[in-house]
C-alpha cells in the first residue's frame, strides 16, 4: 500500500511465523479511530471519540480451515486466538479449493487513501461545522426543521500478512457531513436528507448537502398514495446507486460457484439493454470506495463485468477463483479483523448517458421520478430476481415533473428491469456508496398503490 | 463446564469509583461505564461443507458523560485502570463543559440480574456437536425434495457479561447467553430459482436444542422454497391481508414500535408525537414491550444502563398509553426509564431499543378469519421491514404468501414488499385472533447499531394493504 504500517505488519508476520509443517496461516490486524459529532436546536448533543483494535487468524490445514478473532492487540490475547484458530481447524469440512491467495504479480495502482489535513483536523472546528450545516438547512427553507446534523470521520490502518507471501499494510482515512430534515405536513412529517463527503472538511459543499435536505424533504409536502398501473420509473442517482449495488450479489463469483447467482450460465449472453454497461474499477480515486488492495492483500483492478448489456465477468476471490477454474480478480472483501474474505464488488461504475436529468424527464409522457425506495433488503432477492420496493417520488405528466406520491411499491424482476434500460443520465454523481448514482430510466415497471 | 459461575465482577466496584469520577472531572452531573465481556462462536455450513468455525472475543468499556445537554462518550478495549481512566478523561473532554472540581461518586453493592437460568452453556459443549447440527439441518433439507439444490446453515452462539455502573449508584450486572440456528435453501424448478429461510434463536444455552427439532426447521425452509417454485406474481393494489400468527410481529415493530421509541417522539420525528392517550389503533390492539419475556430473542436481564428490564403496555385497546425510554430521555421528561436503553457493543452509545414487542391475544377464531375474507392474500412467513417514523410509512417484505379467494388460502404467491402507513394500518385491523406466539429471532438496525429483538402476535386481518406486486 501506499503508506505502510511497520508495527502492525510486524505483529501479523510474528503469527504466521508460528506456522506448522501443513499449515497455512494468515494474519489480519487492524486497528482504527472515529470521531462523531451530532448537534441538534444548536447545541452539541453528542460528541464520541474511540479507537479500537484487533486481529483475526485463519488457518487452513489438509483442506480443513479455522478461524478466530479478538478485539485486541495484546500478545497473551493473539497467542489465544492462535490456539483457537487452530483448534477450530478439525471441525472444517476438507475442501479441495480451500487456500490463502498468493501473489499474483498484479501492479496496485496508488491511491491517495490518507489525509494528513484530515488526521490532524482540530476538534472545535469538526463542532462548528456540524453547527453550521444546521444553520444553513434551516435557512435553506423555513418549513424545514432538522433531525439531525452529524460529522463522522474515520482511520484506520491494517496490515496482512500470509505463509503463502503475501506482505501488505496501509491505512487510510475519510470524512463526511450529514444531516436530515423534516417537513411537517399535517400530523405526519416527511423526511429529506443531505450529505457531502470530501478527502478533509475543507472540501465539504455544505451548502449543496442543506439544500438537498431542505429539497427532499419539502418537494413531498401534500404527497397522495397513486393508483396502481404500469409506468416508466426514473431512477434519482441515490437510488440508482443501490439498485446497481444490489447487482453485486449476482455477480459474485462464490454466488455463481454455489448454484446462486440469477446470471448463472449467463456468460457472454445479453442480459441487460445494450446501452448499460457495468465495470468494477477501485483504481478510479473518484470512487467512495476506491482502494489499492482486496481483502486478501491482492491489488485491487478493474473489471468489465457487463459491457454493451452483455454478461463479460464475474468477481472472483482465490477461493471462488479456484472452485472455477480462473483466476482472482481481486475482489476479496472483508468487513474487518473479525470474519474472513468473502467476495463482492468494490466500487461499481455505470457508463454515463448523453443527457442531463432534466431532458431526460422532458422526454417522458407518462411516468415517475422515484426520489426513495425503502425495503432494498427485504423484498428485493437477488437470487430469484424478484424486485418490490416501497417508493416515493413525483408524477412525471408530458415531460415535466407533477404531483408528489408516496405509500407505494415498485415491482418487477431483476432480470426484466436489466432488459428496460431505455436510458442513462450524464450525471454521474460519486455517492459515499459502493456504486455510482446517475439518472437511469427504466420501462413497463408496475406501480403498486390504491 | 455445565454451568455459568457466578464469576468476579469484570472490574472491582473501587476502581469503577475512581473511574466515573474520572469522568465527572470536569463538573458533568453524570458518568458512565459500561464494560463487556463477550465471548462467541459461530460455524457456517454451505454447499455440503462445513466451511469454518469461527471463535470470538470482544472485550472493552464504553465511558459516557454527559453535561448539560450534551453527551460525550470514548470507548477502550484496555480494562486496566490506567485504560479506564483515560477513556474517561476522554468522554469528560468531550462532554466538554467548564466547572471543574472531583465530585464524589458512590456506588451500591452490585446487583446481578441474570436474564434467564442457562441449562447447558454453549461454552462448555464440544465444538463439534455444533457442528453436527449444521449437518443435520443439510442432509433434512436436501432430503425434501430433489429440487432443492444449495442449503447453508449457520450455528451461533454468545455469551456476554455486562458491567455497568453510573454516577447514579447504580452497578449492576447480566450475563446474557444467546444460541442461534439459521437455514437457507434454494430450489430450482422450470420458472428459475427460489429461497426458503428459517431461524431458530432464544436467550438460553444448549439446551435450545433439547427442545426444538432442527430437522423440522431444515424441512420448513426446504418446503418453503419449492412451494414458491409455482408461485405466481403477487398481486398489485391494496386487498385485505390475513396475517400467520407469530409471522407478523414485525409488523408492529415498524408500524408503531419505533414511532414509540421516546428519542424520535422527542424530536418530533414520529407520527405519534401528542397522542399519549389517544385512539391510535383499533381497540383490538394492546401492544406491548417485555425485555423479562424469559428465554425470548429479546429478553435481557437488565437493559445497557443497568436499568433492569420491564414489562411495558405501549397500547392498551387500541389507546396509546406510554413511549419507551432510555436515561437521557426520561431525565429530560423528569420520570422513571423503562428498561430500553440498549446499545450494540461496548463501542457504541445506548438509545431508546425494542426488546420483544408483540400484540396480546384478541378472541378470534384464526380459521374463521381467513374463512371470512374474499379476496385477499395470507401471510404465512414476512422478511424483514423498514420504517419512516416521521410520515409512518413502512414496509416489510413477505417471504411466503398465498391468495386467499372465497375465504380458502389457495395458490402461492412470489416474494414482495407490503406498504401502508402506520396509524392507518392499525386502525385497519379488524380480526384478531386467539392463537398468539412468537416469531422469528430478529436483529432490529437503527443509527447504525444492531440489537437482537422479538416479536409475536396472533393471526390477525388488515382490512386494506397495499401489495408491491406485479399482477395487474
Known sequence: MSVEVPDLQKLADLVIEQAKTGEQIEAYVARGGETSVRVYEGQLEHFVSAQSEGVGIRIIKDGRTGFAYAGTLEPSAIDEVLAEARDNVQFGTVDEWAGLAEPDGVEQVPQKLWDEELANYPTDKKIQITKELEKLTLAADPRVRAEQSNYEDGWGETAVSTTTGIRESGRGNSCYVSVATLADDGDEALTGFGFSVGDS????????????????????????????????????????????????????????????????????????????????????????TATDIDGEGLAARRNVLIENGVLKKFVHSSYSARRMSTKSTGNAIRGGFAGGPGVGCLAMQVQPGGKSQAELIASIDDGVLIQDVAGMHSGVNTISGDFSTGA???????????????????????????????????????LPMRAVGLTLVIDDVMMSGS | MPKIQVSEPLVSPDVLARVLMAGRGTGAEFSEVYIEDKRSTSAGLDDGKVEQVT?????GAGIRVVSGETTGFAHTSDLSEKGLIAAARAAALAAKQGGGGVNKVQLGSLVRHP????????????????????????????????????????????????????SNGVLSADEQVRTLLRVSVVATGDGGMQTGYDSLGHTIGFEMFDENDVE?????????????LSARPAPSGSMPVVIKRGSGG??????????????????????????MGELVASPLVTLVDDGTMTAEWGAIGIDDEGHPSQRNTLIQDGVLTDYMWDYLRARKEGRAQSGNGRRQSYQHLPMVRMTNTFVINGKA??????????QGVYIAKLGGGQVDTASGDF????????????????????????????PEVLKDIDLLGNDFAMGNPGTCGKDGQGVPVGDGQPTLRVRSMTIGGTAA
Not at chain 1, 399 to 413: K, Q
Open chain 1, 201 to 288: 472538511p475543507k472540501e465539504f459543499d455544505l451548502n449543496k448537502a442543506a439544500r438537498e435536505a431542505a429539497d427532499r424533504a419539502t418537494r413531498l409536502i401534500g404527497a397522495t398514495k397513486p393508483a396502481s398501473k404500469r409506468v416508466t420509473i426514473v431512477l434519482d442517482p441515490y437510488v440508482t446507486s443501490q439498485f446497481v449495488g444490489i447487482l453485486s450479489s449476482a455477480l459474485n463469483g462464490e454466488n455463481l460457484a454455489k448454484g446462486r447467482s440469477l446470471f448463472a450460465d449467463r456468460l457472454n449472453e445479453q442480459v441487460a439493454s445494450a446501452k448499460f454497461t457495468l465495470v468494477d474499477d477501485p483504481t478510479n480515486e473518484l470512487a467512495y
Open chain 1, 392 to 430: 416515493s417520488g413525483i408524477v412525471i405528466k408530458n415531460g415535466a415533473l407533477a404531483a408528489p406520491i408516496r405509500e407505494f411499491t415498485i415491482a418487477s424482476t431483476l432480470q426484466k428491469m436489466l432488459l428496460n434500460i431505455v436510458n442513462l443520465g450524464n450525471d454521474i454523481d460519486w
Open chain 2, 55 to 59: 471463535s470470538g472475543r470482544d472485550r
Open chain 2, 115 to 166: 436474564v434467564n437460568e442457562v441449562k447447558i452453556s454453549p461454552d462448555g459443549v464440544e465444538k463439534s456437536r455444533k457442528v453436527e447440527l449444521l449437518r443435520r439441518v443439510d442432509a433434512a433439507a436436501r432430503g425434501v425434495n430433489p429440487a432443492i439444490v444449495q442449503v447453508s446453515a449457520g450455528y451461533g452462539d454468545s455469551c456476554r457479561r455486562i458491567l455497568v455502573a453510573n
Open chain 2, 216 to 228: 423440522e426447521l431444515a424441512i420448513r425452509a426446504a418446503k418453503q422454497a419449492v412451494t414458491k
Open chain 2, 250 to 275: 414485525v409488523l408492529f415493530h415498524e408500524a408503531c414500535g419505533h414511532g414509540l421509541e421516546a428519542d424520535l417522539v422527542g424530536k418530533s420525528a414520529s407520527v405519534y408525537r401528542g397522542k
Open chain 2, 365 to 374: 377464531d384464526p380459521d374463521d378469519i381467513v374463512r371470512d375474507t374474499k
Open chain 2, 395 to 422: 414496509v416489510f417484505g413477505m417471504t411466503e404468501a398465498y391468495l386467499i379467494e372465497n375465504g380458502e388460502i389457495t395458490e402461492p404467491l412470489r416474494e414482495g414488499n407490503l406498504i401502508g402507513n402506520g
